[in-house]
């Protein structure tokens, strides 16, 4: 399959061997630096940048940093509890992103897909190449490539609903797409899988953007404070990746964890919505 790497994939590109380089260092990098060693002239290298997360590049390595996961627990932890209590819940409007989302029934999801015909189609994202999946519903599935390849996203994506029939068609998929990696508008989730991922992913909804929260967080806000492995399972199965924001859950002990589709893209994911929500926060000031 011959998969166009589309302008926001290079960026992610660029990001991605900028936060290689970061971590091999030790001091901040400087403009003129950083854009020495990705080949390119600092002014096009600040404008991928601006393009990009919309903060400079040494606002931006503060977020990159392998200790930026312990400062968002520190400074941006959510307690899912009171995010509950003020009505932040995946039935209505969120943060960052509008999202309207149903499940299928338990009998629908013990028939793996059985009769359910999912559209699938390649999307440019902020985060690389993603694999979006879809029915008259809603977005059921959405992956990224850039980390593990298309081929195995695709074939990873396609085994989750074993009996479902698939369709390649991404312009049926196009107006959710643009509504969820834009941010306008609504983009409808049709969620499946089994009760206690439901939960969790409830959850995982529920984390505002540029925060982040614990596995163990979930489990309690689930009811369930002991099942913190189910809920780690639970967060790796997440079939709509970004959407249901389940890069935002960390370690207890400040440790990104795992990430299905590759941790550079979680701390990426991470970086981009801490500076964008520093970002957001400055803008009277600079008013």
């Not at 209590?85 to 309207?100: I, K, P, Q």
């Not at 941790?263 to 009277?284: D, I, T």
Request: charged share 20%; with cysteine; hydrophobic share 40%.
């Amino acid at each position: 399959m011959n998969v166009q790497t589309s302008e926001q994939s290079y960026h992610y590109g660029v990001m991605r061997r900028a936060i290689e380089l970061i971590d091999a260092g030790g001091d901040d990098l400087t403009l003129e630096e950083l854009a020495r060693h990705m080949g390119m002239s600092p002014a096009h290298f600040q404008r991928l940048f601006s393009a990009w997360v919309g903060v400079s590049p040494k606002r931006y390595q503060q977020y990159l940093r392998l200790g930026h996961a312990k400062t968002l627990l520190r400074e941006r932890f959510s307690t899912l509890d009171t995010a509950h209590a003020v009505g932040l819940s995946g039935s209505g409007r969120l943060h960052d992103l509008f999202l309207r989302w149903e499940a299928m029934s338990p009998g629908e999801y013990a028939r793996k897909g059985e009769g359910l015909e999912i559209l699938w189609g390649w999307f440019d994202s902020p985060f690389g190449l993603a694999l979006v999946m879809g029915t008259h519903k809603g977005i059921c599935g959405l992956g990224f490539a850039a980390e593990t390849g298309a081929e195995p996203t695709l074939a990873d994506m396609r085994a989750r609903w074993p009996q479902a029939t698939f369709i390649e068609d991404p312009t049926a998929l196009r107006p959710l797409v643009e509504a969820a990696f834009d941010q306008k508008g609504e983009t409808a989730l049709y969620l499946i899988g089994a009760p206690l991922q439901l939960k969790v992913w409830e959850a995982l909804l529920s984390i505002p953007s540029g925060h982040v929260t614990s596995y163990s967080e979930i489990a309690k806000s689930i009811g369930n404070p002991k099942a913190v492995r189910a809920v780690g399972t639970a967060v790796g199965s997440n079939p709509v990746s970004w959407l249901i924001p389940c890069h935002r859950a960390l370690k207890k002990s400040g440790e990104l964890g795992g990430y299905h589709w590759g941790q550079p893209v979680k701390r990426a994911m991470l970086a981009y919505e801490a500076a964008r929500s520093e970002e957001v926060l400055a803008e009277p000031e600079q008013a």
